[in-house]
């Protein structure tokens, strides 16, 4: 009589492997597999028995060449049953006090491993003597903070303030530090992995996630900063195989955040082959909860026309799909199936990581790549000093194809990038946002300096932010706006801590792809002074477009009238909006309706005011009351409503001057 074989436990519940269930489904509480109802794919037995003999490194000798195996698809999310914890010496660890909840850790993470949750003082209460062993209560109660914005604002506006808590998974961190790095409270440091650290760390994310989700009520639509606090935004879970710190990470990421919160889970992506498609769906983890595909590297565009048409046919017009590849695909190869995917007119979205490189197959040069980048195929020699094309301009391009809505966007810019994607979902034909992303090997930066790189690519006009909607008006200066960039009338930015110009220079300066081209005195070459050239060119072209040369953005008398007259005006701001748009809205722009607005001592027409716009502080001019109208020094006007006003001070996003 043979013994009948042990039943292991599933890989979606606590195991010898994972003690702590930190690899489980869900990203801020738990959840089953996400099934789906294909005859080719059991999800119940690749989960179980293909992602544990890879967890488990036998799966290359031992796994039978069945179907299941052959036919090469995964199942949604199997990534977030791997497990990173060895690969990095080094985890960060949440200083509570210095936390204010601004949630860029959250945000800016490539890997999802910082994670953010707020709950009622009551509701934390419960949960917190819920926790029957007295040493995990004080370790995990102390790991919480009441911060100005989930816990005083609330507790005088609603009675009660919200307990807010960063956690680490220390199955999907990197070790990367970019959290550390963005963090500008010094509510995070990285410190080394002993065995009572990664137990206390994997104690804490497991009782993070038993607490259940965030409450609703300490979460702002009108933030788009805190989406995250909610578990359908994360449809890019943690496991993918990209490198640490990823840049392009974190762009999928906040992809994903933004088109999961308005749609959940009901869309799709067709990828480009590339380095995203190698670390989204290395065999067997995926990190998607949607429907993905990988197509040829030239023709992931034409593939997503046939889909669209599909999805059409079948009544799903309202499910956004998304075109997704690196500039090697969408500015070369692929840029042929591109522009014909803009003049089909058809409903899709395409994003481009824009790494100007390209990343996978060893660094080659693309039209992408600025002058002077040091390449494969583009290498500094002693004959030809790099790159000696200049860059192709991807979104000037698009913009000159019938109605295409374009946008140029980086991770660090958070409101300008949500903004361009929202935008980008509810235009109602075919629209581009290429997206700045850092490959930290290829451009020879370190790990944690994604958003400074990419701030960085801004500020040196490098990668001008911009926004060409078809829907702001006739002319192209009235659909283009620049708002986002610094000093957006002038040539060059001045930073107004050292007041030196920061140029072109300063961003090769600060990576290893150009660091050839500086003498050992730090004299730049003559390549590098022509590259420097072809930014400003680049720069004054959108400048002529966008009707800001000469040093103001030209108007019309109408519209000089109405400012005058504090009546709606136009050209709203990255972080505000008039009140026709989406409820999901960058810090500070919804108008909700309220009616018109009363002046009471707090503000009045003339205070000088400064509003963060996520950037940076913009300052500007109460203009008029009813309505409530702002003009900022930049020459932006913009109507909304007293009660949002009221609401960005409390917020301290605007701030009498």
Request: some cysteine.
């Amino acid at each position: 009589m043979t013994a009948a074989p042990t039943k292991l436990p599933s890989l979606n519940e606590a195991n010898e492997r994972d003690p702590y269930n930190n690899n489980s489904y869900g990203t801020l509480v738990d959840s089953g597999y996400k099934m789906v109802e294909l005859p080719v794919l059991d999800v119940n037995d690749f989960n179980e028995r293909i992602i544990r003999g890879y967890e488990e490194g036998y799966a290359e000798k031992k796994l039978p060449a069945d179907l299941s195996v052959a036919r090469s698809l995964i199942p949604a999310g199997t990534a977030t049953l791997r497990d990173f914890s060895y690969i990095a010496p080094d985890i960060p660890e949440y200083i509570q006090e210095n936390c204010t909840g601004c949630m860029d850790c959250v945000t800016l993470c490539p890997d999802t491993a910082i994670l953010g949750k707020v709950l009622s003082e009551s509701e934390w209460k419960k949960k917190i003597d819920a926790i029957a062993d007295p040493v995990d209560r004080e370790l995990f109660a102390k790991q919480w903070s009441k911060t100005r914005k989930y816990y005083e604002g609330p507790a005088k506006k609603q009675g009660e303030g919200g307990m807010f808590n960063i956690i680490i998974d220390p199955s999907k961190c990197k070790g990367c530090a970019e959290c550390v790095t963005v963090c500008d409270d010094l509510a995070l440091k990285m410190i080394p992995k002993t065995e009572q650290v990664m137990t206390d760390v994997r104690k804490s994310h497991r009782m993070f996630k038993n607490f259940g989700p965030s409450d609703k009520r300490y979460v702002s639509d009108n933030l788009l900063i805190d989406m995250m606090l909610h578990e359908k935004t994360h449809i890019y879970t943690g496991g993918a195989g990209s490198c640490a710190g990823c840049g392009e990470g974190t762009a999928l990421r906040m992809m994903c955040a933004a088109t999961g919160a308005k749609y959940g889970d009901q869309w799709g992506i067709i990828a480009a082959t590339g380095c995203n498609t190698v670390y989204t769906s290395t065999y067997p983890y995926n990190p998607y909860l949607v429907p993905w595909t990988n197509s040829l590297f030239e023709n992931a565009p034409a593939m997503a026309m046939g889909v669209r048409a599909r999805w059409d046919q079948l009544g799903w017009h309202d499910r956004p799909l998304w075109c997704l590849g690196g500039d090697g695909a969408m500015f070369d190869i692929g840029f042929q199936s591109l522009s014909r995917l803009f003049a089909s007119g058809m409903n899709i979205k395409v994003f481009v990581l824009d790494t100007q490189v390209y990343s996978n197959t060893g660094g080659q040069a693309s039209t992408s790549s600025y002058t002077g980048q040091n390449t494969k195929m583009s290498v500094h020699g002693k004959a030809i000093a790099g790159k000696q094309e200049r860059r192709k301009e991807i979104a000037q391009i698009a913009m000159m194809h019938p109605r295409t809505f374009v946008a140029q966007t980086t991770c660090a810019h958070v409101n300008h990038f949500y903004k361009s994607v929202i935008d980008a979902l509810e235009f109602d034909g075919p629209a581009i946002v290429c997206c700045y992303t850092t490959c930290q090997p290829e451009h020879g930066v370190a790990d944690n300096m994604a958003t400074d790189q990419a701030r960085l690519a801004v500020d040196t006009r490098a990668f001008p932010l911009l926004i060409y909607d078809p829907r702001k008006g006739d002319s192209i200066r009235e659909r283009l706006s620049l708002q986002g960039n610094p000093a957006v009338n002038e040539d060059w930015w001045i930073n107004p801590k050292t007041k030196q110009q920061v140029d072109f220079i300063d961003f090769a300066r600060s990576e290893g792809r150009f660091g050839k081209h500086f003498d050992k005195d730090g004299n730049p070459s003559p390549t590098l002074l022509m590259a420097r050239e072809d930014r400003l060119e680049n720069w004054h072209v959108l400048q002529d477009l966008a009707g800001l040369r000469g040093g103001k953005k030209a108007t019309s008398p109408a519209a000089e009238k109405s400012i005058a007259a504090g009546e709606k005006a136009s050209a709203p701001k990255s972080g505000l909006q008039p009140p026709e748009a989406s409820k999901l809205t960058p810090v500070g722009m919804a108008n909700e309706g309220k009616g018109p607005a009363k002046a009471n001592g707090e503000f009045s027409v003339g205070t000088r005011i400064k509003y963060n716009d996520g950037n940076a502080w913009i300052t500007g001019t109460i203009a008029s009351l009813q309505p409530t109208v702002l003009k900022f020094d930049d020459n932006t006007i913009i109507e909304t409503s007293y009660d949002v006003l009221k609401a960005g001070a409390a917020e301290g996003i605007i701030v009498k001057q």
